[in-house]
């Protein structure tokens, strides 16, 4: 747990100590900035359809999507891979820290860059709150499915970084697999099988965030997210396991 | 001697990798077939009362609901959310549905219209121990009269939300007397 915990410290540390958290989280918080102008412009324009903007903000737009596909990697892809080319792997192998430990401490650490750059958005609801009746329950949950989301898909960055010598790569593996996750639910509009759809539906995360912003939590979604995460921890254990024996 | 090691390398990754993704089936389907859904907003078209819960968690008979309604409608996402709830609070296989998309499967549409004798575009069927009875949009919702666009969100209920949630459960119950189409139900205060 200790060894864990100075883990998660350090790498944190290295990611607040270098320009890549804050060039990550202010291009990520510009662009939200950008769509939350955006859904509210388009909603206060006479003739529109009637949403909450909250609901739209989180999964409501194709953005959304974007925005954590390439920040996720960006987060991730220097935790393994760059221990790899530094050569300062061996350190960390040989430190009195566990597999386990080490696994867990990097991936509380890119999340806490994910948490940094989700924080200030909750400006966006103090700004609402202002001038509209926000309801807080659908943007709690809301955040709640950022936060799932953010778990898994945070846990696929490490994997593809603790697989691959190159950060490049390891961004890059780690954007097809999200692309996948994301995209081939979609398919469920094309197929006519109850099961397969049913199936389709089930890994929906498009469907899973919807319901999130709308205020309903589903321990479908909870279930899907979480052993997702878990899944793609282990293997990045079993990845760490691979090199200190290779 | 270097050979041998890598095939013992990947071998243990095939069985890590079997047995993760076996116990990750297994968590979701069982994940899948029992669960429980929450609805944290305090004014949901999705939310169901008390006595709607009521009625869902005894169903004598199982009940089957199709959708005829185009993805990309005005009413589906409400349609979907509402079935969703409904599916939740019924007990596991009492409730089922089949959204039937009448662009793209033109033939399983004229199949099941002709079983329940339907002959309206845009409606959901309710059949339960050989009853059915169909609902059209304009007994699901209501359209301010100002832009066509604008819902005021309320499928299946009647005319205001925030008073008359029992309401919803009009549409579907198996009991023939309370099938009766009714285009302006009476409100019914649940506090």
């Given at each position: 747990m200790k060894g864990t915990l100075s883990v998660a410290w350090k790498e944190t540390l290295s990611y607040f100590f270098a320009p890549m958290a804050y060039i990550v989280i202010t291009a990520f918080l510009v662009m939200n900035g950008l769509i939350f102008y955006i859904i509210l412009t388009a909603l206060s324009q006479p003739g529109s359809f009637s949403a909450s903007p909250m609901a739209l903000f989180f999964g409501g737009t194709l953005f959304f999507w974007i925005f954590l596909i390439i920040m996720v990697p960006a987060i991730t892809m220097r935790l393994g891979a760059e221990e790899k080319k530094s050569g300062t792997l061996e350190t960390l192998l040989t430190a009195p820290v566990t597999d386990s430990g080490v696994v867990a401490g990097k991936y509380l650490a890119a999340m806490a860059v994910y948490v940094a750059a989700w924080l200030p958005t909750l400006i966006y609801v103090l700004v609402l709150s202002r001038y509209s009746d926000v309801d807080p329950g659908p943007v709690a949950a809301g955040y709640l499915g950022v936060?799932?989301?953010?778990?898994?898909f945070?846990?696929?960055?490490?994997?593809?970084?603790?697989?691959?010598?190159?950060?490049?790569?390891?961004?890059?593996?780690?954007?097809t697999i999200l692309i996948v996750l994301l995209c081939v639910p979609l398919l469920s509009f094309m197929v006519t099988d109850v099961a397969v759809k049913g199936v389709l539906q089930y890994l929906s995360l498009w469907n899973l965030m919807q319901n999130f912003a709308k205020g309903i939590v589903d321990t479908r979604a909870l279930v899907y997210l979480l052993s997702g995460t878990a899944l793609f921890l282990m293997l990045s254990y079993q990845a760490l396991q691979t090199r200190r024996w290779a | 001697m270097k050979k041998s090691k890598r095939l013992l390398q990947g071998a243990n990754w095939g069985v890590f990798l079997i047995l993760a993704l076996a116990l990750l089936f297994i968590v979701n389907y069982l994940g899948y077939r029992h669960y429980h859904r929450w609805d944290w907003s305090s004014a949901s078209t999705s939310r169901?009362?008390?006595?709607?819960?009521?009625?869902?968690?005894?169903?004598?008979h199982p009940v089957k609901v199709v959708v005829f309604l185009a993805p990309g409608g005005d009413l589906y996402t409400h349609v979907n959310g509402l079935l969703s709830s409904y599916k939740a609070a019924a007990p596991a296989g009492k409730f089922s549905v089949e959204y039937i998309?009448?662009?793209?499967?033109?033939?399983?549409?004229?199949?099941?219209?002709?079983?329940?004798?339907?002959?309206?575009?845009?409606v959901v069927v309710f059949s339960s121990n050989g009853h059915s009875k169909y609902v059209t949009?304009?007994?699901m919702a209501d359209y301010s009269a100002?832009?066509?666009?604008?819902?005021?969100?309320?499928?299946?209920?009647?005319?205001?939300?925030?008073?008359?949630?029992?309401?919803?459960?009009?549409?579907?119950?198996?009991?023939?007397n309370i099938l009766s189409p009714l285009r302006k139900p009476p409100c019914w205060k649940t506090t």
């Open positions: 936060l799932l989301v953010g778990l898994f945070t846990s696929v960055g490490l994997f593809t970084t603790m697989v691959s010598r190159n950060q490049l790569v390891a961004a890059i593996i780690a954007f | 169901l009362s008390q006595q709607t819960k009521k009625v869902l968690g005894h169903l004598e998309d009448p662009d793209r499967q033109r033939a399983r549409m004229e199949m099941l219209a002709r079983k329940y004798n339907v002959t309206r575009a845009n949009m304009d007994q100002s832009g066509a666009k604008e819902i005021t969100s309320r499928p299946f209920s009647s005319w205001d939300s925030r008073n008359c949630r029992t309401m919803r459960i009009w549409l579907w119950s198996p009991a023939p």
